[in-house]
């Protein structure tokens, strides 16, 4: 902190310090700078992407300008109609501006004045928003959250028309609305701006930017270093659970910056969130290198908001999709606008990687500025070359030191394992430790649950949160991880679970043939200690590669332990015999398995249980280990939901009923397909004869993989070193078996 | 019968009468002609989708001929190794046929002449396929129709190799392989070949084809006239509950070209297996064309199998797949290698139809057949146009006089309407009187469920019907229309239903903004008449077409009516109150309530019943006028289904209780979408403020539907009479309507 005070020290008294500060610098200058547009105009017809990002833009915004402006009372929640039109209202006015200077077209700076000045009538008197739900209410809409969204677009929609606008003009708006919207969801409301989260990133990046473009220096270093005296106390919820304030908490953008990024540019709520708070930090880090170079934003923590784009698109499945760790929406993707930001400033102010331009073609958009006339005379002069999305390891905290998520993948994405063993992502995150879930391509093959929330669809509670995202979608037994007990990880507790994160045990991506991501959890269930490791892998005697999942645990007492698979698909087939009930109840009665409602029940096999789906046209075989006494459930999602928030999705959970320390392993392994044109059904059929444990102490877990033409690999985990450079040797069935590091397969 | 017996003795006896018999024929002369083989020859390398589609069949070819021949004794059902090995035999082998022709090159000659020996070592012994299932089991398959399957590629791939083989190999062959396998599957299994059945197509090809290289007279003559006395006894079933012989049957090729075609080309089992059987029907008439001219089998019946081809591909939703009517398998499409067959030779045997290029192009390979070549050259020099696919109303029944399906298209297939008021369709045939399914695009609004079978899938009941298609999805409750007393129509006795078809009264899809169906059922349920009028409407204050459903039921006794709509997506909102059971429990006893759960049970409003989903994106509510005393169910598919056989899909069912005449009154609107990906919710309200019914009687039934402006629509039906000449007037609150034909709209 005390480097950060200094500079700005410097730069508040010496701004000529800067190589680039000594400019007279004229508008724009926040997005967009006058050398900028300068080049957007010099290419016009030029550019075919360019061209027509600008043609969609112009159509969007002149159709707005024909309907009129209208800047109605606020009274709805998400989806509604006021909350919709002011919404939209800012995004026009943001392109508008963009428009006017690109294009030089007065309609446009009129449009973007005519409203300033509707909302600058309407603000001074505005109350709070009627809807009372959100812990910091807004004006415009229902959460400051949104009437941040509003002033970080208004704001550059008023620096493209700044010069536009006579100097009163520009004292009214200034006086009367930008000023007093900025303190509004500042000075006023602390709780909101004053943490680290996503919330106050949009905060941030409002008062400051207006504070750029009204040459406001107050405002700046507010959003830079926070309030400072904010007379919050410790303690305090916001509506998702999240705790306001911590003790010792940092605030403002460096602070927004330097705690929920890890160095590898993950971001501790997850790819849902992180793509929603890009948006404001790069704009942000954007509109400061334009304006403040010298405080280096876009280099800051050796240029991890770049590094978090690469992230992110790493953080998606081969449509580019991203997983939903956390509170996450499915189907969200690197299509969004966001991401077509933060892929083409990620482009011009990184290292120019070609590899971004094949994303920027499949987005078909670029951004109307300068990195995005960048982008897009990078992909008219054939520079694209695919993007190579591999196995990667991306550690969760600020320091890089709390848990992660590892992601292997094999081929050119034809299997992807998420791996996660993160810290527990604020308000946000989910009860699941060690959880994971799998692809093929595009495809989910076991599913993370997700969100359960219709963002913005306001019939569905008002498009926020919906109560089964607590009492479901959060919960341990809706992952695919282990659940003791009944019980929810950290018993669900965010301030417990906030203080703990999973470890990593060792990640190996190197070889072809078998990829390894290890982790240990000791403290969602005190007293248990779950070491859970997956290898992804590629023998020739399988027809794809299949992923091999272990998971020991150790514990000071016996529990009951339930390991559900959420298979995408129908049932083809199963060795094992089961009970299907002609009515259905409930699993049980609380942290989530109130949710399922029990399809079957059986007894698993005293050696292997096999259950077969379909799913997209692909067959998926699961063969886990298990013993006599252990049960098999068929479940299905949808119990006690009088509203149907939920999907009706089907998993498979093993139940082992009081035992202490054990082993769960298992193989989901792809095999096959099937078409309903051509109606032909190729290689159904699992190609493993069985699977074994053939070693479980200490120190070692060994699992054999026989195939049906009996060949039979090893794999073998060292519980207790991951050392990569320690040597073991064990014996199995006779046969003595030597390496060096964590793990051993042949 | 006479006038073609005649044909026959004139072909026997002077076959010099013909302008093309003259000419003395070598082989190829079955699909391939020694003049078409040219032409393929010489335009190798200069029609790239015909060289495309080659090379592809050659990769194939090759490849297996490199793994070498395997000729297994016949052990398994659909599916299993040796049904699948036996099945890729005759596939591979007719398209090494083609390639010998073609390429010249003797090694798939040689390929064929081996295999083929390899059946005539093993089929002199074969015994019955041990499988027992069939009601006319094969030998190297479980049934004959995979039999016949095999013989009618076989006889392609025998054809291509004629020449290639000595007169010592084809008597050897002849005699101890073809003659006694085509009389396997006809003389000795006359209940599989001597019916008017999808299954006699394929015999009847077989026998007929094999007869044509061989130049068997026998063979032809009983391939095209059935065998004259087959010993069998009116009744008997087969194993899809179908009648295999019932009291006059007529029997061969021109008695199955003649009876399940309508005129407009209507295969009355439905479009999934009139795909499956148009491939036998076009081949075997095609190889009449080459062979035997002046039979003009394309010809027959006002060249009903053309027109077949062209009513197929109109029973096709936007993404090209097949209405799943009666027993249809979801996904099979117009991209289905038979579809391959029968679009080139509907194009090349037809008006050379540009429209058909376009599906040519979609399918992205042709026939190695002349026609194929002729449709690849008609591609590649951009004749393709695309193919408009409008409302067609197609009859069903030999004279077009036993109902059929209208399909009612609002521009450019944005909603397509399939209503279905046919007859039974034989054994595939579903208990689905006055039925319907609703498409936005390739996407399913209200489905139609189809049938309840894993093609194929060995794992899944042998790839066979499951026994879950009997009670559910032939049931009626499990469709989109009205069920009396918990009972399916007919009682769901085949033999009833089928004497009896629902009757149109009227199709008008000639206006731009009003399109309407209406057909009347009074056999499905003794002493009930039930009318059903569909109109596709397209107002100025409405986004989007929807759809207006008036169902009208006489009944001279108080009936319980379920009237269900299977939506495809996810819940958004609804207007009644209902209670969600903690516990879910079947709907009903049999007739297909046993497969459903209750997840909601409520009271339907005194006006309108509201119900909103969202589905692939959209939004769609269905509005239906109601009673205080209706009762809403809101079920799922699932119910005593031990095996997972059934998909868990959702529907809305209004019940009313203790009613003898009555209407239902409802409309289908579609509106809106949602993206996950801009997370923008647009237009999810409905535009209806009201649907009120302002004129029920004898004569006429009115419905008034009034937007959320104010506006109002008045559509009347004129329920006695459909004459479109007869003048009607009606008074309706207190405003004179008058018009001429079966309905008013404005």
Known sequence: MNIKKFSLTMLAVGISLSPFASEAKGHPNLILTESGVERMRDSLGEVPLFDKSLAAVKQEVDAEIEMGIDTPIPKDFSGGYTHQRHKKNFFIAQKAGVLYQVLEDEKYAKY???????????????????????????????????????????????????????????????????????????????????????????????????????????????????????????????????????????????????????????????????????????????????????????????????KGVNALLNLSDADGEFFPLNDGQKGMSY???????????????????????????????????????????????????????????????????????????????????????????????????????????????????????????????????????????????????????????????????????????????????????????????????????????????????????????????KNQYDLPFYYMGQIIDKNFSYQSPTTLSAFGEDNGYQHLFVEGKGNANNGNTKFQWLGNGKYYTLTAVTHADDEVYLTRIGANDPDFNLRRDAAITLRRNDTADTVFVSVVEPHGSYSPVSESSVNSRSSIASVNVVLDNDDYTGVSITDVKGNIQLFVIANGNSDKSVEHAVTIAGQDYSWTGPYFYQ
Chains 1, 2 share one sequence.
């Open 335 to 557: 299509h969004s606008a966001s991401l077509v930001t933060a892929v083409d400033l990620a482009y011009f102010y990184g290292e120019k990687d070609p590899q971004l331009l094949s994303i920027v073609e499949k987005q078909n958009q670029v951004l109307l500025q300068e990195s995005g006339l960048s982008a897009a005379i990078g992909v008219r002069d054939g520079k694209a070359k695919p993007f190579a999305k591999d196995s990667v390891n991306l550690s969760d905290g600020p320091d890089g030191q709390q848990g992660g998520v590892g992601i292997l993948r094999y081929g050119n994405e034809d299997l992807t394992l998420v791996f996660k063993y993160a810290a527990q992502g604020l308000s946000h995150g989910h009860y699941d430790k060690l959880s994971f879930s799998l692809y093929e391509k595009g495809d989910e093959v076991l599913q993370d649950y997700g969100l359960a929330r219709f963002v913005n669809i306001e019939q569905k509670g008002g498009g926020n949160y919906l109560k089964e995202n607590a009492t479901w979608a959060k919960t341990t037994i809706a992952h695919n991880t282990l659940s003791l007990n009944g019980q929810k990880h950290f018993d669900g507790k965010y301030d417990v679970a906030s203080q703990h994160h999973s470890a990593l045990f060792t990640f190996d991506a190197e070889k072809e043939n078998v990829k390894v991501v290890s982790a240990t959890e000791e403290n969602a269930y005190p007293g248990t200690l779950m070491h859970r490791t997956m290898a992804v892998i590629k023998d020739e005697n399988f027809e794809k590669p299949f992923l091999l999942d272990i998971l020991r645990v150790e514990s000071d007492q």
């Open 112 to 306: 973007i004045r005519d409203m300033l000045f509707q909302y600058e009538a309407m603000y001074k008197d505005l109350p709070l928003h009627p809807q009372k739900r959100s812990y910091a209410r807004g004006k415009l809409f229902w959460q400051c959250l949104n009437d941040s969204n509003w002033l970080v677009y208004m704001s550059q929609a008023y620096d493209a028309i700044y010069d536009y606008l006579s100097a009163d003009e520009r004292k009214t708006l200034e006086g009367n609305l930008f000023r007093p919207f900025a303190d509004f969801i500042s000075l006023e409301n602390p709780q909101f701006f004053n943490r680290v989260h996503n919330h106050s990133t949009w905060g941030i990046a409002a008062v400051g930017m207006i504070g750029l473009v009204m040459n406001d220096e107050d405002l700046i270093q507010r959003a830079l270093y926070g309030i400072e005296d904010d007379g919050l106390e410790v303690g305090g919820k916001d509506n998702d659970g999240g705790t306001i304030k911590v003790e010792g908490q940092r605030k403002g953008f460096f602070a927004n910056l330097e705690e929920p990024f890890s160095p590898d540019g993950y971001y501790t709520e997850g790819p849902y969130y992180q793509r929603y708070a890009m948006y404001p930090f790069l704009i942000f880090a954007l509109a400061m290198e334009n304006s403040r170079p010298d405080l280096k934003v876009l280099q800051h923590k050796n240029g991890v908001l770049l």
